[in-house]
């Protein structure tokens, strides 16, 4: 699967790709920028399930864990390595 369309998928679905907030932080393919948006879209789906599950009052825990990650990230950014770009490997003769 190409980069880009991991990508989009993963923030259509993060839950599908990723079993926890910190394996999106921890997947050396993606920028900060993809990382910060897949956790956003995770938050998200979160959320509108969260408020249409009557039963439970106050913040589940899969929230909290998701905005912990995400602001651990914004906070400190330079922590975590954007992926190395790719350089060409050299022949010996």
Avoid: C
Avoid at 32 to 58: F, K, M, P, Q
Avoid at 64 to 77: K, T
């Amino acid at each position: 699967m190409k980069k880009a369309k991991f990508v989009q998928d993963a923030k259509l679905d993060p839950a599908r790709y990723y079993r926890n907030p910190s394996d999106v932080i921890r997947d050396r393919r993606l920028t900060n920028t993809d990382r910060l948006e897949i956790l956003a879209a995770w938050e998200r789906d979160a959320r509108e399930r969260h408020e249409n599950d009557v039963v439970g009052s106050g913040e589940d825990e899969e929230l909290q864990r998701l905005r912990r990650v995400r602001e651990e990230l914004e906070s400190h950014p330079e922590s975590l390595s954007e992926p190395a770009p790719k350089v060409p490997r050299t022949q010996n003769a």
